[in-house]
């Protein structure tokens, strides 16, 4: 067991885990946050996709150890159920998602690509988000929303 300290969402936090411990299972048995997502278990489909000091990072690949002195952002953490986080709405418009569990990945990658690149092409959008599999949908409302996000917070 070693000590910890991470600031997730704003808050800090201090544990003792094991070292083997999964950065994805830290966050969501240790700090019950579910919106981080395990699908492959393998870095593959981007579902546990968070922001690890503002950058793209799979939580299911990095041992919660790693992650010490970090600041975590989940899906949980970009806004609220009253103030949406522009990327959140322009999901919300453009009807980008179906069931959901590949949404908080597809987030994070859309917020890292928005923020280095405030108006993005159609390429540099599938580009950025190439590493996020969804199994529901075509993808075309996805790129959308990320162009509807990218007009939001640019007019913001």
């Known amino acids: 067991m070693t000590e910890i300290t991470v600031t997730v969402n ?12 999964l950065l994805s299972d830290f966050l969501r048995q240790t700090l019950r ?13 981007g579902a546990c996709t968070i922001l690890l000091d503002g950058q793209t990072a799979r939580a299911c690949l ?6 010490d002195g970090a600041a975590i952002t989940t899906v949980e953490g970009l806004g609220t159920a009253t103030a949406l986080h522009p990327v959140q709405q322009a999901f919300h418009e453009e009807h980008a998602l179906q069931c959901g569990f590949c949404t908080p990945g597809f987030l994070a990658a859309a917020i890292e690509l928005l923020r280095e690149t405030p108006d993005p092409t159609d390429a540099e959008i599938r580009e950025a988000l190439h590493g996020n599999i969804c199994r529901c ?15 939001l917070m640019r007019a913001a």
């Open 33 to 45: 946050l579910t919106g981080t997502h395990v699908g492959c278990g393998h870095g593959v489909c």
């Open 10 to 21: 704003g808050t800090p936090h201090t544990h003792s885990v094991p070292m083997r411990l």
């Open 137 to 151: 949908t075509g993808y075309v409302n996805i790129v959308k929303a990320v162009r509807r996000a990218a007009a």
């Open 62 to 67: 990095l041992l919660a150890v790693q992650a």
